[in-house]
């Protein structure tokens, strides 16, 4: 298994690379142009530590995926609730990286005030269902037809987890 390890500008290039293969192959971001690492430099950014958390898969020098947890909304009493993506590369998926990294993630918030952590699922997608729910989120709602990529309409399933551990 790959070690866990926060984030450095170093690995912008390849945590790039690996959002932008969702980008361009399939509905699991929204985003329909894909990033430069510099365009990326503002999100890495806002995951310096704390509530809002960047972790790579990190295998012999090699970025395999990434977990984050960001600010949900801006008004300052959602401050508590975090949002938490996970991202593999495409070649690494089904291996446990995906719930090593979210292992991690989680133990690292333990000592955080979060309160609550969402997270948003594209569907269909499965997998990410039961990686969600392995993590103890339970779905709260399904926002129907909210996202258009390659020339369709996405819902998107809503999941919630308690904060620390």
Partial sequence: MPDVRDAV??????LTAIYNHYIV????????????????????DDHAGGRHRLLVADAHGEVLGYATTS?????????????????????AVGRGV?????????????DQDVHAIVAGV?????ASIALHERFGFQQVGVFREVGR????????????RPGGR
């Fill in 9 to 14: 500008a170093a690995d912008l290039p390849a």
């Fill in 149 to 160: 990529k390659f020339g369709r309409f996405w819902d998107v399933a809503w999941f919630q």
């Fill in 71 to 91: 600010r949900w909304r801006p008004k300052a009493s959602y401050d508590t609730t975090v949002e938490s993506s996970v991202y593999v590369r495409h070649d």
């Fill in 25 to 44: 192959h399939t509905p699991i971001t929204f985003d329909v142009r894909t990033y430069e690492p510099e365009q990326r430099r503002a999100w890495f």
């Fill in 98 to 110: 995906g719930r090593q990294l979210y292992a991690a993630l989680f133990d690292a918030l333990a």
């Fill in 122 to 126: 594209a569907l269909p997608n499965a």
